[in-house]
């Protein structure tokens, strides 16, 4: 047989099947694994449905895997017999390929047949034709493909219910998948619920909420239970969460403190324990708070450990060391929960620093390494203790005060500060002019004085205690000008700038003479008028005891009412006394005030002392007693008692009146006295203004200035008009010759048309008429000199015609008692009782008498009432022992009247020695001059003292030690006639008397032949004490200095503009004086000076004037 | 210028400062004859001055010494100074003074009255007012004070010596030499002086039991200084004249007067006085 013919019918039919086999495998495979995988499926699902046991879920998946196999083998079943046998595929083929015709059967049945049974040929035909027909056949017609891919589509649909069931119960698949994975192992059944917590574990900062979320899957609880333990060995305790079916929720543990483990439960299941472990936030353990402070501030350096707000000064540098519980990761300083400054670490400390400059607050934030920050950081103050303004108070004068003569103001001034006071400013200005600032420097060295406190300037000078000096004479100061002053502190703050503090603002009043008196005047007016209203209360007081007293008597009992009443009288009577007493410390301030003003006289003002003391005197401890010894009787239940101290109360209170009525007519006749002394110094002034604006006319000068001098005059002349008019008015009845005597100087005034004449000046002034205005003024000079001088002689003559009369009258009731006590004398021998009374009685009338004298003069010696009360008294109880017939009883106390009639008489004489030396102006004038002349001399020994300090030691110095112990010793001797010759000037004979004292003990040393430092010092302070005395003494009738600057304020309707020197004439002399001053001298060279140009200004005033 | 009142307290004062000897009789008779002798003195002075003066010389040189003695030797300076022997009288109160006690003070101001009549009055002055201070209750006190009040308000006064003067004649009993100088006060003096010059002389007569020049002096006082300081002494003076002479109307009268002019004076409850005495003498009858 030939087979090569039949190869390539073979080899294509082999191709065939081989192409053929391959999709049916595919085939089975794809349906296979589709039904594999629907198995499987199943198989899982079932699983995760019913959670098997082993052996179900191994059969399961036996079974499934069986059923795979199954479908495999029943497709290949189907197909693989066909394609393993060729015959069967070739009738395969053949069928579905209709043109082979049984061709390709044929030609392989026939090549395995024996050729006999078939052609060859016929046989190579129709392998041939079967060949080319298989060539020429479509294979995908041979081999139907659409199984293949039904399988394929039904493998795609089986996958995609695998994921759709994936999707759906992913979870629960995944696991049953697993367990069917190892069908054999044993799982335990999940729980129906199944809890999830989030986040389990978990780290939470003390204090802080920790929150779990809580998924539950499977069946949904209605509650859940949440155990709790503190430890892994601690019981559980057990709290109840409500989940209500809920999927998740939220559980809270709040504000943890400590760790703790947890779990939650909920049916069958539980979840894991987890553990809340608590961790400390950070926090600041520690503050540090260094300090540095400005440098202004002079303060060192302070480190506070305790609390950590902020005090400070503004521009004070902190530094902060914050000491932390833990290592931190970053601390921030906040400022105001705003501006954060970051702080340098070190480990668990931090450093920070800033400066502050305004209060506020910080806190501190610190994040630990775990990113953990301190909670509710503390907020810490920060305040600013800002730089206190100083304080300045001037307490000398510290009040509003008048110019002194000098015109040099003692300015005492305290000031302080919180850290230094670096400036004193004076601020002043004149009336309503610019301010003027003086600075005070204060510098020991120089003329301010520091207290020790402030010495260096390097050193704070937290107190600084000032005295100054304050010249004002070179102000050119007029008269009724005003200086409204106060200081200015500025302390040392270099940070904000300088504060500065503010005194209290005072005026110096530049006082005319008219000022001073009138208000001299007003304060003893006021005083007058209030005792006197004493005096008339205290007369319806004693009116109301004496009733109150003959009441008792009579009805020797009091009502109740009368018994208030009598202790509201007694209550007002002490209030009366001490009314008097407070009266009397008034007194002594006007005294004062006229003192430093000048306006009183030194008699006047030893009047007023004497007054001020009587007042003092007026309310005696007798009375105070009697008015006790009143007070208590009057709840004494016997009416013989109350009525026994009415009495003696009564007779006190008479008393208490008498001296009080003494006291206000003294004080009346003092203001008299004062009243005229104003006038006669007012005229005397305003001569000296008139010359003084001539002499400047004279001078070519008729500025403006001179003008509002006239100006100023001419209201003064009206005013001196008005109260020579206003004094003669009120003497009219007490002293009528005076009276009209004022009345004629005030016509004298009127009919001289001064007033008139100086508005002409100014005129003339105005109109440039120099020449008219100078004769004018002269002659107004002329006449205002002469009225001075009239009003001089008036006074004094009013003056010696009071002592004249005082003496006489005084001289009349020395020979009264004088007789008195000689028919006392006789009536030792034949005495009847009637005559001793009417002795008695004589002798009240001459009472009487003195009492009228000491109304009017202060020459009575003080005891000189008593002694005459003595004398009444014993003549009193004389009469009584005559009326009893006991004349040898009566004949002892008529003695002794008899000798306190001698001693009245001796006092009377005392009283009118006293009345005789009283102020003699023009002795007590020479006696200060002789002050003066003395404290030259005594300067001019100090000199010498000084030089001889400075020789060796020998019998030289102690020679010039003799010599300048002979020259104290004069001086001494001169001294001590000064003082007798100012016998009766109180104020004056003091001061002397202390250089007294001081010169006794520098000559007690010269004697002794020391000469020490000691001595030295003591031989200047007589010197200064010589000045001084003799400068008050002095000043007292003001002194030419302050009588050259006359001009006051005066509404002027002329020249808009003031010329360039402002009318004011610069004061030559005064320049002098002043750069005199200025030089290096010692003081009392000063002194001297001063003097020298004093008196260069008395020549000046005397040789110019008309 | 009481020198017998003086002289009486004296003796007084000390004859009671004195024990009384218990010795003898005879002592005591002695005694009592030297105090008799000193009393007759002094009744004697103002008449016979001489014969005082004999009487206390035996006194004063007697040995014996007593309470009378003193007394006795004021007495007999005083006879030497009313004699005209101011030097005598003017050494024997020195020594009195020295001598101390209670004679010293009078001695003392029998002195300043020399000083003061010889014209002296600077000197007198002083004397008294040393003396005014040392004891106001003695018995002369008063006239101490009289004196020095007169030395020192008319010190100035030329006056002063004419009535120191006068005052001095009359107590040495020389009126009519006096009288020169009375008149030369009276129309030359001050007129407190002329004044006083005249009451002095009024109350000089009256005593003197010139009644009628007394009163005559005292209306020319009353007459010329109406408002004189010493104007009720005068009218008093007068009324106490017209009393003696029993004119009691008239004496009551010038009472009046004097209490009327002048109620206030010191001597005004004495007139007063006077007028309720001699009404109810005028009323009685």
Redesign the interface.
């Known amino acids: 047989m030939d087979h090569s013919s039949l190869s390539p019918l073979l080899t294509h039919l082999a191709a065939l099947r081989r192409r053929a086999l391959g999709l049916t495998i595919c085939s089975a495979l794809a349906l296979a694994l589709a039904a594999g995988l629907m198995s499987v499926l199943l198989w899982v699902l079932l699983e995760a449905l019913f959670f098997f046991s082993p052996p179900w879920r191994t059969g399961l998946g036996v079974l499934a895997l069986l059923a795979t196999g199954g479908v495999l083998a029943f497709a290949l079943k189907r197909h693989l017999p066909v394609l393993l046998s060729q015959h069967r595929f070739a009738l395969f083929v053949e069928r579905r390929c209709p043109p082979l015709q049984q061709r390709l059967i044929s030609a392989l049945e026939l090549s395995d047949t024996a050729p006999s049974f078939h052609s060859p040929a016929l046989l190579a035909a129709v392998r041939e034709r079967a060949t080319a027909l298989l060539r020429t056949a479509n294979p995908a017609q041979i081999l139907d493909r659409r199984p293949l891919y039904a399988y394929l589509r039904l493998l795609g649909g089986a996958a995609a219910v695998v994921l759709l069931c994936g999707a759906l119960f992913g979870n629960d698949l995944v696991q049953a998948a697993q367990r069917c994975a190892h069908p054999l192992t044993a799982y335990e059944r999940p729980p129906r619920t199944l809890i999830t917590v989030q986040p389990g574990n978990l780290e939470i900062i003390k204090g802080d909420d920790a929150t779990l979320q809580v998924h539950f899957a499977g069946d949904k609880p209605r509650r859940a239970r949440i155990e709790r333990r503190p430890s892994a060995e601690a019981p559980y305790q057990t709290e109840e969460l409500v989940v209500d079916r809920a999927d998740s929720v939220a559980y809270t543990f709040p504000q943890v403190q400590r760790s703790f483990r947890y779990a939650i439960a909920v049916g069958d299941d539980r979840s894991p324990e987890y553990e809340v472990r608590v961790i400390d936030p950070p926090a600041v353990k520690r503050l540090r708070l260094h300090y540095q402070y400005p440098a202004y501030s002079q303060l060192p350096d302070r480190i506070e450990e305790e609390g950590g707000d902020i005090q400070g000064l503004p521009g004070t540098r902190v530094a902060l060391e914050i000491a932390a519980n833990k290592p931190l990761s970053k601390a921030t300083l906040v400022l105001d929960d705003t501006l954060s400054i970051a702080a340098q670490l070190d480990g668990a400390t931090a450093r920070v620093a800033f400066q502050i400059d305004r209060p506020g607050a910080y806190h501190i934030t610190l994040v630990d390494r775990k990113g953990a920050t301190n909670r509710d950081p503390i907020r810490y103050a920060i305040q600013v203790r800002e730089d206190q303004k100083p304080e300045v108070a001037i307490v000398d004068p510290g009040r509003d005060s008048d110019l002194p003569e000098s015109l040099k103001v003692l300015l005492k001034a305290e000031a302080s500060d919180d850290f230094s006071v670096e400036e004193i400013a004076l601020v002043y200005r004149v009336n309503n002019g610019s301010e003027q600032r003086r600075a005070l420097p204060i510098n020991p060295s120089t003329e301010l004085r520091t207290s020790a406190s402030s010495v260096e300037s390097s050193k704070p000078q937290r107190e600084v205690l000032i005295s100054y000096i304050w010249d004002l004479s070179a102000a050119n100061l007029l008269p009724e000008d005003r200086i409204y002053y106060h200081l200015e502190a500025l302390d040392n703050n270099q940070v904000s700038g300088p504060q500065k503090g503010q005194s209290r603002q005072y005026v110096l009043r530049f006082p005319s003479l008219y000022e001073l008196y009138s208000e001299a005047d007003q304060a003893q007016e006021e005083q007058l008028s209030s005792l006197d209203e004493l005096a008339a209360e205290g007369q319806a007081h004693q009116e109301y005891i004496e009733r109150v007293r003959r009441e008792l008597l009579k009805s020797e009992e009091l009502s109740w009412e009368q018994k208030k009443e009598l202790e509201s009288t007694l209550a007002a009577e002490a209030e009366r006394a001490r009314a008097v007493e407070e009266l009397a410390a008034e007194l002594e301030k006007t005294i004062d005030s006229m003192q430093d003003e000048g306006t009183g006289s030194e008699e006047l003002l030893d009047k007023l002392d004497h007054i001020r003391e009587l007042m003092g005197d007026i309310a005696t401890p007798e009375m105070q007693q009697a008015l006790a010894d009143l007070q208590k009787a009057a709840s004494n239940p016997d009416p013989r008692v109350l009525a026994e101290a009415l009495k003696r109360f009564n007779e006190d209170q008479q008393a208490f009146q008498q001296r009080l009525d003494r006291t206000i007519a003294l004080l009346e006749q003092v203001r008299t006295e004062q009243q005229l002394r104003a006038i006669v110094e007012q005229a005397a002034e305003l001569a000296r203004r008139q010359s003084q604006i001539n002499r400047e006319l004279a001078d070519g000068q008729s500025g403006l200035r001179q003008q509002l001098q006239e100006g100023s005059l001419q209201r003064d002349t009206e005013r001196l008009a008005e109260q020579l008019q206003e004094l003669s008015d009120s003497t009219a009845e007490q002293n009528p010759a005076l009276s009209e005597q004022l009345a004629h100087r005030a016509e004298d005034v009127e009919n001289k048309a001064l007033s008139e004449r100086m508005r002409q000046m100014v005129r003339q002034m105005r109109a440039k008429s120099p020449g008219e205005a100078q004769q004018t003024g002269q002659a107004l000079a002329a006449d205002l000199d002469a009225l001075a001088e009239d009003l001089q002689q008036m006074q004094d003559e009013y003056r010696a015609a009071e002592k004249d009369q005082l003496s006489r009258e005084l ?2 009731a ?10 006392q ?1 006789s009536l030792f021998a034949d005495a009847r009782a ?2 001793q ?7 009240s ?2 009472v ?2 003195i009492a009228a004298v000491g109304r009017r003069t202060l020459a009575l010696t003080p005891n000189l009432s008593a002694t005459i009360g003595y004398a009444l008294r014993e003549m009193h109880d004389a009469a009584q022992r005559l009326g009893q017939r006991d004349v040898q009883g009566a004949r002892h106390f008529q ?2 009247a ?6 009245t ?2 006092l009377l ?1 005392e009283s ?1 020695d006293n009345l005789a030396k009283a102020q003699t102006p023009s002795a007590f004038a020479e006696a200060m001059q002789q002050l003066l002349s003395l404290s030259e001399q005594q300067s001019q020994l100090n000199q010498a003292s000084e030089q001889a300090m400075g020789q060796m030691p020998g019998p030289g110095l102690q020679q010039q030690i003799a010599r300048l112990s002979a020259q104290q010793q004069g001086l001494m001797q001169a001294l001590d006639e000064i003082a007798r010759s100012l016998r009766g000037h109180r104020g004056a004979q003091q001061r002397v008397q202390a250089i007294q004292d001081e010169m006794r003990d520098v000559l007690a040393d010269l004697q002794r032949g020391r000469l020490t430092q000691r001595t030295r010092q003591n031989q200047k302070r007589i010197y200064q004490r010589m000045l001084d005395a003799s400068r008050s003494i002095h000043s007292r009738g003001f002194d030419e200095k302050r009588r050259s600057i006359t001009a006051t304020d005066q509404p002027y309707a002329g020249p808009t503009t003031l010329p360039a020197d402002r009318g004011q004439t610069p004061d030559l002399w005064r320049e002098a004086l002043r750069q005199a001053l200025a030089g290096p001298y010692p003081e009392e060279y000063r002194a001297l000076l001063r003097r020298y140009y004093d008196q260069i200004y008395q020549d000046l005033q005397a040789r110019e004037a008309p | 210028m009481k020198i017998p009142v003086l002289i009486c307290v004296l003796g007084l004062t000390s004859a009671s400062s004195v024990e009384p000897s218990s010795t003898a009789a005879a002592t005591a008779d002695l005694h009592g004859e030297l105090s008799r002798a000193v009393e007759q003195a002094r009744l004697l002075l103002e008449h016979d001055a001489q014969a005082a003066c004999t009487s206390l010389q035996a006194v004063v040189e007697a040995p014996q010494r007593g309470p009378w003695t003193e007394p006795a030797r004021l007495l007999f300076a005083e006879c030497n100074l009313r004699l005209g022997d101011l030097d005598r009288a003017d050494s024997l109160w020195t020594a009195l003074e020295k001598r101390g006690g209670p004679a010293a003070y009078s001695a003392r101001y029998h002195r300043a009255e020399l000083l003061y009549f010889s014209g002296d009055f600077a000197a007198a002055t002083a004397v008294l ?1 040393e003396l ?2 040392t004891d ?2 003695h ?1 002369l ?3 101490v ?2 004196l ?2 007169v030395c ?2 008319y010190a100035a006064s030329a006056g002063l010596a004419d009535i120191s003067r006068a005052q001095l004649l009359e107590r040495q009993g020389q009126s009519e030499a006096a009288d020169a100088h009375w008149a030369a006060l009276e129309e030359g003096a001050d007129p407190g002086l002329a004044e006083w010059s005249l009451l002095l002389r009024a109350e000089l007569h009256a005593q003197q039991e010139h009644l009628d020049e007394a009163m005559a002096l005292y209306q020319r006082q009353i007459a010329h200084f109406p408002q004189g ?1 010493h104007i009720v ?1 005068a009218h008093l003076g007068l009324a106490a004249l017209y009393e003696r002479q029993g004119a009691i109307e008239q004496a009551l009268k010038t009472y009046e007067t004097a209490l009327l002019q002048h109620p ?7 007139a ?2 006077h007028i309720e005495r001699l009404r109810h003498l005028r009323e009685s009858g």
């Open positions: 001289r009349r020395m020979r009264a008692l004088v007789q008195l006590s000689q028919r004398e009637q005559d009374f009417a002795l008695m009685q004589g002798t009338q001459v009487e008498r003695r002794k008899m000798r306190y009639l001698n001693e008489v001796l004489r009118l | 007012a005014a201070a106001p209750s018995v006190a008063n006239d004070l009289a020095l009040a020192e308000e300081e002494a206030h004076d010191a001597r005004a409850p004495e007063r006085l």
